[in-house]
């Protein structure tokens, strides 16, 4: 089967008709099933899906898209997103079911939204419910912010009593992943492919294999360099503890339906997380997790 480009699934979303013009930049659209906010503004183009606040796409004018976005994903109610940033909440990975939360899989409202000559800003809310409480006993309030401009920025903001573990689990859109390194992830790691052994990164994390590593000391941002797309993509984390460096390699995406065959070739996720320390959100005390990106170009 021959993988639909990242480029050619965002091209897809950015035509879709308009079902509610918001403002001169930001306007509803229907994916499939799932209602999406797409911003066309001259500095950005970005779409967001009320299931889950999930980032679909960035994209800074002139430049190649930032977010990977698999071409075999379906845009269906309740089903997880393979691709973009999809919001790991309040649990990450297999700790309870579904896997990595239900935050992504249920509908988020659009409760505020602002523009200017330098982008947007678009904030999500999602509260306890009858379904929440099918997963999780606990009353919320969960805000997502997403400034999206020539950077991106999410924060992730929980209201109520709890402990929670995260992660935006974000996929970058990249040219060959046998190039790719990553900087700045630290050296202990918890290694979830050899059962939770915990080991350490010698310099810069390069990919040969199927990755999945919790780096639990990282640096303030990661830097991820593409020689093939020619740009370097900095990951800068804040109130993070780790940071989940992920690619399935060759066997795994072939097991895996949302996923092209090949597709692990242009891709690489690299998470701002809380999972070896959980967040405590507290009674006038939210508990926060955000990342910024930015592009450069290499030698440049």
Known sequence: MTQQSTAQTTEKIFSLPVSRQITPYISQRQLDELPTIVVNHPKVRAAITLQGAHLLAWQPSGEKPV?????????????????????????????????HGFARNLPWELTAHAEDDNGVILTFTLSQSEQSKKYWPHDFSLIARFKLGVTCELELEAHGEYSFTSALHTYFEIGDISAVSVSGLGAAYIDKVRDGVTATQQGNLTFSERTDRIF????????????ALGRTIEVHHHNNTDV??????????????????DGYKTMVCVETGRVSQPLDAAQGSPARLSFTLRTRKLNG
């Open 67 to 99: 977010l990977w976005l698999s071409g075999n994903t379906p845009f269906k109610t309740g089903v997880a997103i393979r691709g973009g940033v999809p919001i790991c909440w309040p649990w990450f990975g297999p700790a309870g079911q579904p896997s």
């Open 216 to 227: 639990t000391a990282p640096e303030p941002f990661s830097v991820i360099t593409d020689p």
């Open 244 to 261: 989940i460096a992920w690619n399935p390699w060759t066997e795994l995406s072939i097991s895996m339906a949302d996923i092209p065959d």
